[in-house]
């Protein structure tokens, strides 16, 4: 029998790292991971990443014109000392990687490369292996995390349920596992369990990316705020394939440009992600295709391009696409959620022992739009944070010093979104959205949503976005064009019984 201090849900960048930093602070740990094989980021957004990590390290650059451009692309939704902090811890978490071996990128000197992405007012993106940043990333802490003694995973295990005393202080987990029902106790739960984009019908997500932890914290009394924010890359691969292969604003970065099929430019490439996600939506709904097209400009990409960007290469190379040669067809799709499980900046859920951390919580940096970029780095800022905190005596429960397993025959699996729900979902609470159609929408998913964990956030997210009657960020109402006062909205489990009426966001 194994015992642990800490028992994490979810083995992508964020998982990972507050294991790691968890163990490191001397406490024992267990990971849950759905994937056959934790090493490997299978089934985690993080080892997908292409960009990079945004981080101050150039010349000319500060931790505060990181923090200028976090702040002014979330539409008076982020947290000033939010971004402040996260964006200082930056340059720290590079050197940390570099501790763990990550191999970053490098130029002739042997500088790190810095890329640039939308909306960011300096090259800071640092990356790795062109495109493969994520993967590199994952690679590096994963090693460090997977090899520590204090440190066990448990694979093909997915947690159905969190464990609360009769106090109501989180206990530990139920799950499924290879050999069926299990119930593991830990003295914290943290959930690292990623974004929602599987929700909707297109998505850069792994397709298990569908709000399993959101669902998780919501039943066990949690609040989550903001869960109408979704942030819609505007160049994912249109070529057919689920989940869609992303195409990285880093290439637009590098001078790719963004062209209608009757060659015309479309938008600023380097806008904020929902101003050219808009545009490039815009475009097809009136009858057009777009692409981003290399054939036309920097000779020096084309020659390059297979080497800068890899991944992407491949992607197209895959799909029967020679991108020097023929333009690169994109359409937007989900791809990261800003809302999420409400923290304070230790991680911690309105919940007590239930913490929260990466894609899952809402910290505050990312407010109405994401800084590409700057979810890898809040992972592993607020990962260390979390185990700081965890690592302090009355932060983890210590009667409890056992993962015990029994059988529990209590809770089935969960079942993904279908298709169709994802096409409701999508139709409804995609780049556009109307109240007509969010409550249409809301009325369908709502039969199911009191024993279907994809419906339940589904049908809160469309309640979330009826709460927000205005257009801010990311978050686009036909009906209520103009920007009102800055605030989140919050949703719980009460909510189901609301009637579905459309209040100013609270
Ligand atoms: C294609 C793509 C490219 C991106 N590029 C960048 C980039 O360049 N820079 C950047 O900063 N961000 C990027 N992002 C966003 C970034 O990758 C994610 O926000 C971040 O990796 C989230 O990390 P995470 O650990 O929270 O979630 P994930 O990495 O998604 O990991 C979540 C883990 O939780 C597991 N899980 C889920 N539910 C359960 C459950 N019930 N029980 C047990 N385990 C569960 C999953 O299987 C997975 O292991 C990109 C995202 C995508 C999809």
């Not at 448990?154 to 799950?175: E, K, N, Y």
Request: aromatic fraction near 2%.
């Amino acid at each position: 029998m194994a015992s642990a201090d800490v028992l994490v849900v979810g083995a992508g960048l964020a998982g990972l790292a507050t294991a790691l930093g968890c163990a490191r602070r001397g406490l024992t740990v267990t990971v849950l991971s759905p994937a056959p094989d934790a090493a490997g980021g299978q089934g985690t957004a993080s080892a997908l990443a292409q960009g990079g990590l945004a981080a101050a390290v150039g010349c000319g650059d500060s931790p505060a014109l990181h923090c200028a451009d976090t702040v002014a692309a979330g539409a008076g939704l982020t947290h000033p000392e939010i971004a402040e902090w996260i964006t200082s811890a930056a340059p720290g978490v590079v050197a940390d990687l570099l501790d763990l071996g990550a191999r970053f990128d490098r130029d002739a000197g042997g500088a790190l490369r810095l890329g640039l992405e939308g909306a960011h007012g300096r090259h800071r993106i640092v990356h790795a292996r062109g495109d493969g940043s994520g993967a590199e990333i994952m690679r590096a802490v994963a090693a460090a995390t997977l090899s520590h003694p204090r440190v066990t995973v448990w694979t093909r295990t997915r947690a159905t349920r969190v464990r609360l005393d009769p106090a109501g202080t989180a206990v530990g987990i139920d799950a499924i596992g290879p050999a069926g029902a299990l119930t593991i106790e830990a003295g914290a739960v943290v959930l690292a369990t990623g974004g929602i984009g599987g929700l909707f019908a297109h998505t850069t997500n792994p397709l298990t990316s569908w709000g399993s932890g959101l669902a998780l914290g919501l039943r066990a009394g949690a609040r989550v705020r903001d869960l109408e924010l979704v942030q819609f890359h505007p160049s994912a691969l249109d070529v057919g394939i689920d989940p869609m292969p992303l195409v990285s604003e880093a290439v637009r970065g590098a001078g790719a440009p963004l062209v209608r099929d009757d060659g015309t430019l479309l938008a600023d490439p380097l806008g904020a992600r929902d101003v050219v996600a808009r545009a490039v939506w815009d475009a097809s709904r009136a009858g057009h295709r777009v692409y981003l097209d290399l054939t036309g400009g920097s000779a020096e990409l084309r020659a390059t391009f297979a080497t800068r960007f890899p991944t992407v290469n491949a992607s197209c190379l895959a799909a029967g696409i020679d991108p020097t040669a023929q333009p690169i067809p994109v359409r937007p799709a989900a791809h990261y959620h800003m809302g999420g499980l409400v923290v304070d900046v230790d991680g911690r859920t309105d919940v007590p022992g239930l913490w929260a951390v990466g894609e899952v919580a809402s910290t505050g940096l990312h407010g109405a739009n994401r800084l590409a970029s700057n979810s890898l780095l809040e992972a592993l800022v607020c990962a260390g944070r979390v185990a700081d905190a965890l690592a302090l005596p009355h932060d983890h429960v210590d009667h409890v010093d056992q993962v015990r397993v029994a059988g529990m025959p209590d809770r089935p699996a969960p079942t993904p979104p279908t298709a169709h729900d994802r096409l409701l979902l999508e139709n409804a609470a995609g780049l556009y959205r109307d109240g007509a159609g969010l409550r249409h929408a809301a009325e369908r998913m709502r039969v199911r949503a009191e024993d279907d964990d994809a419906r339940l956030v589904a049908t809160l997210l469309l309640r979330a976005a009826l709460q927000r009657t205005e257009s801010r960020g990311a978050h686009r109402r036909l009906d209520h064009p103009a920007v009102t006062v800055p605030r989140h909205t919050y949703v719980d489990l009460t909510d189901l019984d609301q009637p579905l009426t459309e209040r100013s966001a609270s």
